[in-house]
C-alpha cells in the first residue's frame, strides 16, 4: 500500500476541487428541480396537519420538560465522552506493552487509567446516590 503511495504523483488539491464542484453541481441541479417541478397542491387540515409518528396532536409543543430531563442528559454525553475516552488509553497501554520504546511507560498508562475509571466510578455512585439518574 505505502508503495503505490509513494509512487503515484503528486496531484494537488485538483481532486479536491474536481469534488467539490461536483457536490456544488448535484445540488444546484437537485434544487433547481425541485423548485421547477410540479407538485401536488392538495391542501385540508389532514394534509397540514403536522405528523408526529402517526400520533395525533395532544396539546402544545411548548411544553416546560422536568429538569431531570437535561441532568440525565447531560449525564449521558459525559459518561459517552469519558468511554469513548477508554479507548485511545487502552490501545496506548496494548502499544507499550509491545513496544520496546515505549515499554518502560507501560505501568504509568495503567495506572492513568486505573485512576481515571475510579474517578468515572466515583462520579457516578455520587449521581446515583443523589438520584439524579432517577427519572420519576
Not at 509513494?6 to 464542484?21: C, K, M, R, T
Not at 421547477?36 to 397540514?48: I, M, N, Q, S, V
Request: hydrophobic letters at 55%; charged letters at 15%.
Amino acid at each position: 500500500m505505502t508503495s503505490i503511495l509513494a509512487e503515484s504523483p503528486n496531484l494537488g488539491y485538483g481532486p479536491i476541487a474536481v469534488l467539490l464542484g461536483v457536490v456544488f453541481a448535484v445540488g444546484i441541479v437537485i434544487l433547481l428541480l425541485t423548485h421547477y417541478l410540479p407538485k401536488a397542491t392538495r391542501h385540508g387540515p389532514e394534509k397540514d396537519a403536522a405528523y408526529e409518528s402517526g400520533m395525533p396532536i395532544v396539546g402544545d409543543a411548548r411544553q416546560r420538560f422536568n429538569v431531570k430531563f437535561y441532568l440525565v442528559a447531560m449525564m449521558f454525553l459525559i459518561f459517552d465522552v469519558e468511554l469513548i475516552l477508554m479507548y485511545p488509553w487502552a490501545m496506548a497501554f496494548l502499544k507499550s506493552r509491545t513496544s520496546e520504546p515505549i515499554a518502560d511507560n507501560a505501568p504509568m498508562i495503567f495506572w492513568v487509567g486505573v485512576v481515571f475509571f475510579i474517578i468515572v466510578t466515583v462520579g457516578f455512585i455520587y449521581e446515583w446516590g443523589k438520584g439524579i439518574l432517577r427519572y420519576d
